[in-house]
């Protein structure tokens, strides 16, 4: 599967290294993965050498082409916040948010409170549920349930 990792590039990243964790648990499982990026250090500069509209055309164009949205959104980020609903609002591609529980007193209602019936949540506590989630319900390529893709 082509997925859209989502993950914030000026918001908080301290969860980077479970950012890093998830492109590499999704990659080993076989899936590529379009923005992985984003979890390199230099993501921010990265970006602004491009500037903003490349970086818009070419992060559109990825939502476009991914079968699937999964972010780590425990960072404050507007950017995710903007992909998800544009996902969710415009198209029939599955979302899916990771969050820390420790993360949870900063997240916007907007991501603990979806409803929405593609997207699911997943709040964690540690980066072994991360991992088992994925592995468990993303697997090595297989169409997710309902996705058509």
Not at 5 to 28: H, I, W
Not at 36 to 49: G, I, P, S, T
Not at 80 to 97: H, N, P, Q, R, S
Not at 101 to 108: A, C, E, F, Q, T
Request: glycine share 12%; with cysteine.
């Amino acid at each position: 599967m082509r997925i859209y990792f989502g993950f914030t590039v000026a918001g908080d990243r301290s969860t980077v290294e479970t950012a890093r964790r998830m492109v590499q648990c999704l990659e080993d499982l076989g899936h590529q993965v379009l923005t992985r990026h984003l979890v390199n250090e230099d993501a921010r500069a990265a970006d602004r050498l491009l500037g903003p509209q490349a970086v818009y055309q070419r992060d559109m164009a990825w939502l476009g082409q991914c079968d699937l949205f999964i972010a780590e959104a425990s960072g404050s980020s507007f950017g995710i916040g903007f992909e998800a609903g544009f996902l969710l609002g415009a198209t029939t591609t599955k979302v899916i948010l990771f969050y820390g529980l420790n993360s949870i007193d900063k997240m916007s209602f907007l991501i603990t409170g979806n409803t929405h019936p593609n997207c699911t949540l997943v709040p964690y506590a540690s980066l072994g549920e991360v991992e088992a989630f994925l592995k468990a319900h993303i697997g090595r390529g297989e169409p997710l349930p309902g996705s058509g893709k």
